[in-house]
């Protein structure tokens, strides 16, 4: 048997499980960003790994996943999951019902998490 640590997966389940409680952590209500998540999560530059770890969420899971946007504020779900986040973000009040066709930017600097997703990014 060898005595060499195992190589790290990217994903290990800590790293899961601190995006999970990020995740968790968002108000309803609010939304953020695949990257604020990472940071909150203490993986600073790391968003596509959240991006990874929330796409490989069961269905039916109660993660509140559909309040996790990309650094411009819009719905970046695939696979047709796009609707259903739009769906739930609506009946938390963060889009409104006359929102149009196409991909809607949700204002980060009112809805951000947290603090305004840092009064988005300054401006």
């Known amino acids: 048997m060898s005595s060499r640590k195992p190589e790290p997966l990217d994903d290990e389940p800590d790293e899961r499980s601190r995006i999970w409680q990020a995740v968790h952590a968002i108000p309803s209500g609010r939304v953020s960003t695949y990257g604020e998540i990472a940071r909150v999560a203490g993986l600073p530059g790391r968003a596509r790994l959240v991006g990874r770890v929330l796409s490989q969420l069961p269905e039916g899971t109660r993660l509140p996943w559909h ?20 769906e739930r973000l609506r009946a938390e009040g963060v889009l409104s019902a006359t929102t149009g066709a196409g991909v809607p930017r949700i204002d980060l600097s009112r809805y951000g998490w947290p603090d305004g997703n840092r009064k988005a990014k300054a401006r």
Do not use: D, K
Not at 67 to 82: D, F, K, Y
């Open 67 to 86: 309040r996790v946007l990309n650094a411009s504020g819009r719905i970046a779900v695939r696979g047709g999951g796009e609707a259903l986040q739009a």
